[in-house]
Nanobody, 115 residues
Framework: QVQLVESGGGLVQPGGSLRLSCAASGIIFRAYHMGWYRQAPGKQRELVASITSGSSINYADSVAGRFTISRDNAKNTVYLQMNSLKPEDTAVYYC?????????WGQGTQVTVSS
């Protein structure tokens, strides 16, 4: 049974930081490309950052320079370090694992940036 479990979300003030984690089980983690997506109320889900099985990284323009994606294959976990958070970063953040035509999603974790 495949599971992706996100954690680390919460309420933070503008300018603050959060670190999201996504722990995977039931897959050969090191073979999967991993991504963080987010969905704000009334908006489409969008890619925030991705890291391939070979650790090539891509960021959305809106988060480049503020967010950092990383992975630990020994722990089957992908991380998203979010710094200098803005109110517009408020969304549910989802983890996604993909390999060829197979994709799995986590249940999401809420991030709210507000004073």
């Amino acid at each position: 049974q495949v599971q992706l479990v996100e954690s680390g979300g919460g309420l933070v003030q503008p300018g603050g930081s959060l670190r999201l984690s996504c722990a995977a089980s039931g897959i050969i983690f090191r073979a999967y490309h991993m991504g963080w997506y987010r969905q704000a109320p009334g908006k489409q889900r969008e890619l925030v950052a991705s890291i391939t099985s070979g650790s090539s990284i891509n960021y959305a323009d809106s988060v480049a320079g503020r967010f950092t994606i990383s992975r630990d294959n020994a722990k089957n976990t992908v991380y998203l370090q979010m710094n200098s958070l803005k109110p517009e970063d408020t969304a549910v953040y989802y983890c996604r694992a993909t390999w060829i035509a197979t994709a799995y999603w986590g249940q999401g974790t809420q991030v709210t940036v507000s004073s």
